[in-house]
């Protein structure tokens, strides 16, 4: 078994030589990265700058289950986005449960199922 190294191969074979280009192992064929400098600007807002923040999902929800008439689950679903599956859960779980609101369901005239918020009464 020999070994054959860029130097005895060039030896050897001369007609390839003159058509393969020649490997020179002393240099390397990549450069080392120069060290950059990068300085950041940074800015404090205060709060007076930042605008208002839009209002999020939940509070779109609790909104609109707060009005007199409530909100069917469509209704809610072309307001967030969601599906009908995604609503209900929030209802159930976040509505009721994280919020501890007490979630009244009525069906209406029209055959359409309502949710609102029932405000709690103060005894007094």
């Known amino acids: ?13 001369a007609e ?7 490997v020179d192992d002393s ?11 990068v300085t950041v600007a940074v800015t404090v807002k205060k709060a007076k700058d930042e605008a208002p923040a839009a209002p999020t999902k939940t509070d779109i ?8 008439k409530g909100a069917t689950i469509q209704t809610l679903m072309d ?3 969601w599906q009908a599956h995604s ?3 929030f209802l159930s779980g976040t509505v009721k449960k994280k919020l501890g609101h007490e979630l009244l369901s009525d069906t209406g005239k029209d ?3 309502r949710y ?3 405000e709690a009464k103060t005894a007094g």
């Open 116 to 118: 609102r918020i029932v």
């Open 111 to 113: 055959g359409q199922r």
């Open 16 to 22: 390839a030589a003159d058509t393969a280009p020649s």
């Open 27 to 37: 240099t390397p064929t990549r450069k080392p990265r120069e060290k950059s400098v």
């Open 1 to 13: 078994m020999s070994i054959f190294n860029n130097t005895t191969m060039k030896a050897d074979n």
């Open 79 to 81: 307001a967030t986005g």
């Open 61 to 68: 929800v609790l909104k609109k289950l707060k009005s007199a």
């Open 87 to 89: 609503v209900r859960g």
